[in-house]
T-cell receptor, first 114, second 108 residues
Framework: DVKVTQSSRYLVKRTGEKVFLECVQD?????MFWYRQDPGLGLRLIYF???????EKGDIPEGYSVSREKKERFSLILESASTNQTSMYLC?????????????FGEGSRLTVL | QQQVKQSPQSLIVQKGGISIINCAYE??????FPWYQQFPGKGPALLIA?????SEKKEGRFTISFNKSAKQFSLHIMDSQPGDSATYFC???????FGKGTMLLVSP
């Protein structure tokens, strides 16, 4: 059974803190993605990676960075968390980079920034 | 720029009724049309997808239909059940973008 695991389901951080969200997939997929989900705005792509050490900006990369040192692991970093980054963060992986095949999502990490 | 426009934003259907969610697109190069289903507290999961060589695909109570001239694809849930209550997203291929979602509530 395919699996995308996000290490933290719920986090509460303070403004200005550095935040790491970790994601691991066990499907040997080349491509991994970070989305944020907000009510009324749907899923918005933050960053994606099509290979180890490679990254591409999505639609809303400001305030975020990513790291992919190993194929199975993709981290989202908030260098200095702000209240407007309170959201649900979803990691996904896929065999296809162009969304012409299935994206497999983790269960999400709900981040609250106070 | 929104690659796919989904409607309605929310939908309430009686148990046993038909739920219909629509997704309009502009890019005629799109050749893969998926729908994702998300239950509360879970990530989205692929529900059903269609390629435009067929106009309709059915999987159990879920049907996806494709209208090339209208540039629209739709999800139909027949005999809707309370367990179908979830948020549904269409997605645009090649762009990694999703519609804004439809919250479906099936009342008992």
């Amino acid at each position: 059974d395919v699996k995308v695991t996000q290490s933290s389901r719920y986090l509460v951080k303070r403004t200005g803190e550095k935040v790491f969200l970790e994601c691991v997939q066990d499907m040997d997929h080349e491509n991994m993605f970070w989305y944020r989900q907000d009510p009324g705005l749907g899923l918005r792509l933050i960053y994606f990676s099509y290979d180890v050490k490679m990254k591409e900006k999505g639609d809303i990369p400001e305030g975020y960075s990513v790291s992919r040192e190993k194929k199975e692991r993709f981290s989202l970093i908030l260098e200095s968390a702000s209240t407007n980054q309170t959201s649900m963060y979803l990691c996904a992986s896929s065999f296809y980079v162009t969304n012409t095949g299935e994206l497999f999502f983790g269960e999400g990490s709900r981040l609250t920034v106070l | 720029q929104q690659q796919v426009k989904q409607s309605p934003q929310s939908l309430i259907v009686q148990k046993g009724g038909i739920s219909i969610i629509n997704c309009a697109y502009e890019n005629t190069a799109f050749d893969y049309f998926p729908w994702y289903q998300q239950f509360p507290g879970k990530g989205p999961a692929l529900l059903i997808a269609i390629r435009p060589d067929v106009s309709e695909k059915k999987e159990g109570r879920f049907t996806i239909s494709f209208n090339k001239s209208a540039k629209q694809f739709s999800l139909h849930i027949m005999d809707s059940q309370p367990g179908d209550s979830a948020t549904y997203f269409c997605a645009a291929p090649y762009t990694l973008t999703f519609g804004k979602g439809t919250m479906l509530l099936v009342s008992p």
